[in-house]
């Protein structure tokens, strides 16, 4: 299993990214993906999940109305999309399948 996350980096609160993961070495189409995310002291905690085809998904209630997931089962991608973004959303994001994790990606939420 081989996960690669990108497109973090540095916003402003209010702003917006795409956070990406390309997934590799697994039949990306028959499993459910996940983002996960570590701020610096606190645990990993689930933000999202999405099911194999992406007719069930769940969110965080803190990330409820402000971030979507979906993937791509074509191109073995899966992606999350945060807007209205909030200081406290600041973590390392990471990328789960089953059997891995991405190396994950910072996401910095500041003025």
């Known amino acids: 299993v081989q996960l690669v996350e990108s497109g973090g980096g540095l916003v402003q609160p209010g702003g917006s990214l795409r956070l990406s993961c390309a997934a590799s070495?697994?039949?990306?189409?028959?499993?459910?993906m996940s983002w996960y995310r570590q701020a610096p002291g606190k645990e990993r905690e689930l933000v999202a999940g999405?099911?194999?085809?992406?007719?069930?998904?769940k969110y965080a209630d803190s990330v409820k109305g402000r971030f979507t997931i979906s993937r791509d089962n074509a191109k073995n991608t899966v992606y999350l999309q945060m807007n209205s973004l909030k200081p406290e959303d600041t973590a390392v994001y990471y990328c789960?399948?089953?059997?891995?994790w991405g190396q994950g990606t910072q996401v910095t939420v500041s003025s």
């Open positions: 789960r399948a089953p059997g891995g």
């Open positions: 070495g697994f039949t990306f189409s028959s499993y459910g």
């Open positions: 999405i099911s194999s085809a992406g007719g069930s998904i």
